[in-house]
T-cell receptor, first 113, second 111 residues
Framework: KAGVTQTPRYLIKTRGQQVTLSCSPI?????VSWYQQTPGQGLQFLFE???????NKGNFPGRFSGRQFSNSRSEMNVSTLELGDSALYLC????????????FGSGTRLTVV | GNSVTQMEGPVTLSEEAFLTINCTYT??????LFWYVQYPGEGLQLLLK?????DKGSNKGFEATYRKETTSFHLEKGSVQVSDSAVYFC??????????FGTGTSLTVIP
């Protein structure tokens, strides 16, 4: 079966712009989580969605937002981009909340210039 | 709070050497523990997991045992291969289902 699909793979944006990243989970998976990965901070949890509702949120400013659609696909939006937002953004899906194991996508590499 | 501490890298080993990557955790309650692997340019892949104390997770020759008394989940492999070169992440999942990752340990295996 197809894995977790993230689009686009690479993105270059200018400071102050906004960006939307997309994640399609494995078919049948209803939980989608987002992580930011940087060399300095490692993997940091952004948020988790299940059944179109945000169930959990990490310690990121309000510029970071997300949503989940009825088909479980999820989008993440970052507004007013800053240089420090440059990172690999990883999406992970699981069958349900508490399934104790994510499947990750390959990520979207965002570069802010 | 919850946290995961991994040994600092990078780690360089010769092919067929024994590998240990240390991982200790702090958690309230009874977390599940995981090892993920990340190959260059890729996302994370689940390598193995253990959901309760004394469980041993294993996959592809890698093993880790959930030790509640020492709050550890060390990753081991008896004989590494060049293809094992990657970054390894230890992680825990608490009862709230949020994952906490270690900082990752880079492994390079040389022929």
């Amino acid at each position: 079966k197809a894995g977790v699909t993230q689009t686009p793979r690479y993105l270059i944006k200018t400071r102050g712009q906004q960006v939307t990243l997309s994640c399609s989970p494995i078919s049948g998976h209803r939980s989608v989580s987002w992580y930011q990965q940087t060399p300095g901070q490692g993997l940091q949890f952004l948020f988790e969605y299940f059944s179109e509702t945000q169930r959990n949120k990490g310690n990121f400013p309000g510029r970071f937002s997300g949503r989940q659609f009825s088909n479980s696909r999820s989008e993440m939006n970052v507004s007013t981009l800053e240089l420090g937002d440059s990172a690999l953004y990883l999406c992970a899906s699981s069958l349900v909340l508490g399934s104790r194991g994510y499947t990750f996508g390959s990520g979207t590499r965002l570069t802010v210039v | 709070g919850n946290s995961v501490t991994q040994m600092e890298g990078p780690v360089t080993l010769s092919e067929e050497a024994f590998l240990t990557i240390n991982c200790t955790y702090t958690a309230t309650g009874y977390p599940s523990l995981f090892w993920y692997v990340q190959y260059p340019g890729e996302g994370l892949q689940l390598l193995l997991k253990a959901t309760k104390a004394d469980d041993k997770g294993s996959n592809k020759g890698f093993e880790a045992t959930y030790r509640k008394e020492t709050t550890s989940f060390h990753l081991e492999k008896g004989s590494v291969q060049v293809s094992d070169s990657a970054v390894y992440f230890c992680a825990l999942s608490d009862t709230g289902n949020q994952f906490y990752f270690g900082t990752g340990t880079s492994l390079t295996v040389i022929p």
